[in-house]
Each structure stands twice: as C-alpha cells, then as structure tokens.
DNA sequence: TTATAAATAGAAATCATTTCTATTTACATT
DNA sequence: AATGTAAATAGAAATGATTTCTATTTATAA
C-alpha cells in the first residue's frame, strides 16, 4: 500500500480517502474491476464515491502505471492491479472468475522485427490480451 | 468479391446492395473503417444506409470471418477487411493513416505454453494489438 | 492556522450503440 | 415469370456507459 501512496505523491496527486479505498479494493482483490463495481463495494463499506470521481481517480491510477485498462470484449472499462510495473509483461485474464495474473514473459520484440523487416514499419505499441480459465476454474464444471 | 460473396452464402446471408456496398468499400480502402464514417461514404453514393443496418451488416461480415474487429484505444468500433482468414496472423495498424497490413507471423504458441505451465492455467483465446506508423508514414513529418 | 490548488458530488449532457416495429426485398419454389 | 416467406432494412426511440460542468469541500504546503 504504502508503495502504492508513494507512486502516487511521486505523479503529484493528494492522498484523499477516496484514492486510498480505490487502492484498498484492488490490492484486496485480484480480478478485474469495472468503475459502478467499485462504487458499490465503496458503498458497502459505508464510503459513497460518485461515478465520475471513480472514473477519474482509475485514470489517475492507470496514469501512474499502477491500474491496467483492460480490453473487454464487453467493451466496458475494466481495471485491474499491475503487480510488476516497469517490467515488461503481460497479463492472463480468467474468463470465469475474472482473475488476473501476471506473465512475465513478452516474445514481442521477434514478432515486432518481423514487422519492422518485413513491412518497413515503425511499431510502436503493442498489448496483448490474453484470456482463458486459471487454475482453479479449469477444473470447474459451466455454471 | 465473388470470394467474399461466396463466403456470405456459405453463411445462408442474402447477397443484398448494402452488403455489397460494404463490402466493396472495405475492397477499396486499406484502412479501418467506423460505422459512422461507412454510413457518410455509402451517402455520398447515393446510398442511403441507416446506422442500425451498418451495425448489423459489419457484425455479420465479422461473424463471417470476412472482417475483423480492431480494438482501438477510442473504444469506438472500428473493422477491416481479414485479407487471409484461416491463417493465424495479426494485423498491423497505422496510428496515422489507419492502414491495417496483415502480419503473417504468430509466436503465440510459445507464451501460451509459458502460460499453461506457469500458472497451470487454459489458454483460450488471445488478440495482439500492434501499432506504429507504416512504410509511407514514417518518413512523414507530424501534421 | 491559513491559503489555495486540487478533489469531489451530483446533476445533466453526450453520444456511440442497440432495440423495436412496420415495411421492403432477395430468392427459393413454383 | 409469378409468388410466398423469411430475412433485411429504415427510422425513431431507447439505452446506458462515460464525460462534462459547476458549486462545494478538502489535503497539504507554507
């Protein structure tokens, strides 16, 4: 947590109640978490956070590489914890329980030379969404 | 077109005018396309096309495995025409001119078995974004 | 303690996308 | 060529996630 409050004095944000229990939640939890989703854990714990200032400190955040966006194919906003920023990885989604993990593991740069050879390209971003059952949902039966 | 045509058939869809249209468009131009932007150039045709219908035509053609759908940071929708459908490929996309080349190369196989082993997980699907400025546009000045 | 720039809530707006329904059309079968 | 039918379409309206706006509150540096 501390790490966390730490980055975020570094990017020159105050560390406000609402900042800190948007942490909280998602250090608490380790699947992915869409902005109305968080207004109502923060509403059960007796914090009412407003809609738009859930969108924004989760801007903030990701801003300050500590949230992940993720690429739903909902095409609903989603963010998620990044446990090992200024690393290059990837992340693994469980399409049953909406965990993510970490995968620290990027083959990018071959495929990125490929591209830059074969199509005279200039690559210059990549994400890779990648999405399956972890170890626990493998092994479950469909709901 | 006849290939594309066929593929619609193959699909029990009707060979209608608007999906011709559409397809034609995609035919012509290298680069990603909006609902909203297919609907102004099927106007200046003198086909008037309503949004609902360009929807519905651009989720068949996708269904069909004739377009595919680009994941773009606007979270607006956005397709292109697949020019090798049924070989695992990615596609690369132009951040200024919006041409979409296919990548002939997929190294997926190697960090999803990363994946299966490390986290004793199931891979099921995967989609790889990649970005930069083409052949042409790199040697650009900025706008 | 105070000043002030940043943070926030809540209402309202935005706007891409989807739904609904009446009408039209492609095309298989005569 | 004519016809029947399911599929396709337009247009209006609804939806709903996300963003904007503004008045108020708050964190924190001085």
Known sequence: MEKYLAVLKEHHFKITPRRKAVLELFLREKRYLGPYEIKQMLGKASLEVGLPSIYRILEELEGSGILVKI???????????????????????????????????????EISSFIE???????????????????????????
Do not use: D, T
């Open 71 to 109: 690429e739903h194919s909902s095409r609903r906003l989603y963010y998620c914890l990044c446990r090992k920023p200024y690393v290059s990885h990837h992340h693994f989604i469980c399409s049953k329980c909406n965990k993510v993990e970490e995968v620290e593991f990027c083959n990018f740069p």
């Open 117 to 143: 050879k074969k199509l005279n390209a200039r690559v210059q971003h990549h994400s890779l969404h990648i999405e399956g059952l972890c170890s626990e949902c493998r092994w479950e039966n469909s709901p």
